[in-house]
């Protein structure tokens, strides 16, 4: 348990506005006060008053941050091992599906020792930039030949282990992956991601820490008969999805099921306010409806979409269906929530020609407390008492951010990672200022190992 710790904020997002002067204390990895300057409490002007007659005799009763400091941000989409294909895959044309292939390559590389090593790599780069939790949809679970390694869960272990290593939270979204293609035996280094059927998925996920979520590959590799055995295993946890990311993939299960992606899992009892939607980027009328009415997430990551070319989803008719927007990294051909943040506005703009659809409160809310609820962390991503404390500071005079008045837009339209300059998760400083050359000297070893 860690002892009582306060910091004065120059300018904090509290209560869904930027306010000065924000007085936080913080015992056992949770905010006990939050007081913003000038708060009608005589408790809080006191804390005020006696916090600057302090510094007036020389003394530090706080610590002061300067800067614009943001609840924890939330990365609800993660393939740590897409990291190694950064710089690599964008070399030549190609489809979602010439991708795979390469992704496939490095996935037949890894072991639990090599997974763990560049899992830690790729989370302290995350927690470099601010994300002080990682939504994990984690496949590779078995060795080369498809044979599960003397502990079953070897692979998602070494992920929670290089999380712990990093200093970020790591959500793991155990995934269920048993065919190449609706029903179809899984073939090459698919082995490594399949358990033999739903149930042997959910006996080895049983024995997992407790604070684990599930997932469902797709709709293209897991059964619809299957299914049901996934949603009882995943009750009262977050349960993620791939949906609707590629035409192909609707037009395959069409062929198979008679039904889109949406309508299969809304069919089999899978969408609701726990189960997030991945992508979600090809949808009818109708599945804007079953993700809407039942509650579902819907999990953008818009660098990645773009990257591979899967087309620009429709967020903004989503939230007016009833579904609320998350964001994710995705396969990490770039590392940046903020970056996330402004393009599933900029996105919204080419799409329609218009501006003005997402404002800069409501992508900040969809990167840190929605997503964190989305994770089944409702606990985490508010600057307020009871919530964990976590805190991420960015630089307000930095080149991309100096003159841009230092508040939530800052943050959105201006913002990057580079800006971060301190986090702070569960009450402990986990990144300063000068780490982030660290970071990179050992992504740089590990992923250049992986590719010798």
Not at 285 to 297: E, M, P, R, V
Not at 405 to 413: I, K, L, P, Q, Y
Request: one cysteine or more.
């Amino acid at each position: 348990m860690s002892g009582p710790t306060s910091y004065l904020l120059e300018r904090a997002w509290v209560d869904g506005a930027v306010r000065d002067d924000v007085l936080v204390e913080i015992a056992d990895g949770r905010f006990t006060s939050v007081t913003p300057e000038g708060g009608n409490s005589r408790s809080a002007s006191e804390a005020s008053r006696q916090n600057r007659e302090f510094h007036r005799l020389g003394g530090e009763a706080h610590e002061r941050v300067a800067g614009l400091t943001l609840p924890g941000l939330a990365n609800c989409h993660s393939h740590a091992f897409h990291r190694a294909l950064r710089g690599r895959t964008q070399r030549e044309r190609g489809t979602f599906w010439t991708w795979r292939e390469q992704m496939y390559g490095v996935a037949a590389r890894l072991d639990p020792d090599s997974y763990g090593a560049l899992a830690r790599a790729v989370y302290r780069e995350m927690v470099a930039t601010g994300i002080t939790t990682v939504g994990e949809f984690h496949y590779l679970h078995h060795q080369p030949d498809g044979t599960p390694y003397d502990e079953p869960n070897a692979m998602g272990l070494a992920l929670l282990e290089a999380g712990r290593e990093a200093g970020i939270r790591v959500v793991l979204l155990d995934t269920c992956y048993l065919s190449s293609g609706f029903g179809e035996p899984p073939e090459g280094v698919q082995v490594r991601y399949a358990d033999r059927d739903a149930e042997a998925w959910a006996g080895r996920v049983a024995d997992l820490p407790p604070g684990h979520g599930a997932a469902v590959h797709s709709v293209r590799a897991v059964p619809d008969d299957q299914l049901g055995v996934v949603r009882d295993a995943a009750a009262g946890r977050p349960l993620h999805v791939h949906l609707s990311e590629q035409p192909a993939e609707n037009d395959a299960c069409v062929a198979a099921y008679g039904a889109t992606p949406a309508q299969l899992l809304a069919d089999h009892g899978l969408l609701g306010p726990a189960t997030t939607a991945v992508h979600a980027t090809h949808l009818t009328a109708d599945d804007l409806g079953h993700l809407g009415s039942s509650g579902t997430h819907a999990c953008f990551c818009p660098t990645t979409e773009r990257d591979l070319g899967d087309g620009i989803g429709p967020s903004r008719e989503l939230l007016a269906a009833g579904s609320p927007l998350t964001l994710g990294s995705d396969s990490h051909a770039v590392v940046d929530l903020f970056e996330e943040m402004r393009a599933v506005e900029l996105d919204e703009r080419l799409a329609s020609l218009a501006r003005g659809h997402w404002t800069a409160a409501e992508l900040l809310d969809a990167g840190t407390h929605v997503g964190h609820a989305s994770l089944g962390l409702p606990d985490v991503g508010g600057i307020a008492v009871g919530q964990r404390a976590d805190l991420v500071t960015v630089d307000t005079r930095s080149v991309r951010t100096a003159g841009t008045g230092a508040d939530e837009h800052t943050a959105v339209f201006a913002a990057t990672a580079e800006d971060v300059v301190r986090v702070v998760v569960d009450g402990r400083v986990v990144v300063r200022e000068g780490d982030r050359a660290e970071v990179g000297r050992e992504l740089d070893a590990v992923i250049g190992g992986l590719w010798r």
